[in-house]
T-cell receptor
Framework: DAGVIQSPRHEVTEMGQEVTLRCKPI?????LFWYRQTMMRGLELLIY????????DSGMPEDRFSAKMPNASFSTLKIQPSEPRDSAVYFC?????????????FGSGTQLSVL | EDQVTQSPEALRLQEGESSSLNCSYT??????LFWYRQDPGKGPEFLFT???AGEEKEKERLKATLTKKESFLHITAPKPEDSATYLC???????????FGDGTTLTVKP
């Protein structure tokens, strides 16, 4: 398997623009997570899905952030409008329940810079 | 609320100098404690899962141990390629999500 695939790898945009990050989880995995990583706050969970249904979005910073999972093989994280404080590395991860460990498989991340 | 605290923040070792990383946690019923390794520019990579106090797991020069309040990642005779950030995470019973610590950045000098 190719692992968790994220795109783009890097995104540079101007304040106020819409940003869409994409994720393809590992085939067969039923959990999908969006994390954000910064030096100041470490790795923060934004939202996670189980079987394409959002379960916990309490980590989403504000209404400017939204996430969707229209099917088992695709998810998006959208920021509209973007702000400089959104600059971070955004990771997508997936896992398979019922295995006893629920270890996470992470993508390579999207480095977002909002100018 | 689940909490994970890792120490030290940074650790510099000479090649061959063994040491340990600490992960202290509070969780309402532990389902699993996880160790991940993260290299610069990459996502975290799974190393170990520990489920109950007294459990130990080993992989090459790494050994993870677990008590009711903390976990240790012991590194024996490290090599420069062991340089990375090591992240600890906990998952509570009946929780689908993991809570991460801030990590320990390990640098091993040749």
């Amino acid at each position: 398997d190719a692992g968790v695939i994220q795109s783009p790898r890097h995104e540079v945009t101007e304040m106020g623009q819409e940003v869409t990050l994409r994720c393809k989880p590992i085939s067969g995995h039923d959990y999908l997570f969006w994390y954000r990583q910064t030096m100041m706050r470490g790795l923060e969970l934004l939202i996670y899905f189980n079987n394409n249904v959002p379960i916990d979005d309490s980590g989403m910073p504000e209404d400017r952030f939204s996430a969707k999972m229209p099917n088992a093989s695709f998810s998006t994280l959208k920021i509209q409008p973007s702000e400089p404080r959104d600059s971070a590395v955004y990771f997508c991860a997936s896992s398979l329940s019922g295995t006893g460990s629920e270890k996470l498989f992470f993508g390579s991340g999207t480095q977002l810079s909002v100018l | 609320e689940d909490q994970v605290t890792q120490s030290p923040e940074a650790l510099r070792l000479q090649e061959g100098e063994s040491s340990s990383l600490n992960c202290s946690y509070t969780v309402s019923g532990l389902r699993g404690l996880f160790w991940y390794r993260q290299d610069p520019g990459k996502g975290p990579e799974f190393l170990f899962t520990l489920y109950s106090a007294g459990e130990e797991k080993e992989k090459e020069r790494l050994k993870a141990t677990l008590t009711k309040k903390e976990s240790f990642l012991h590194i024996t005779a490290p090599k420069p390629e062991d340089s990375a950030t090591y992240l600890c995470a906990v998952q509570a019973n009946n929780a689908g999500k993991s809570t991460f610590g801030d990590g320990t950045t390990l640098t091993v000098k040749p």
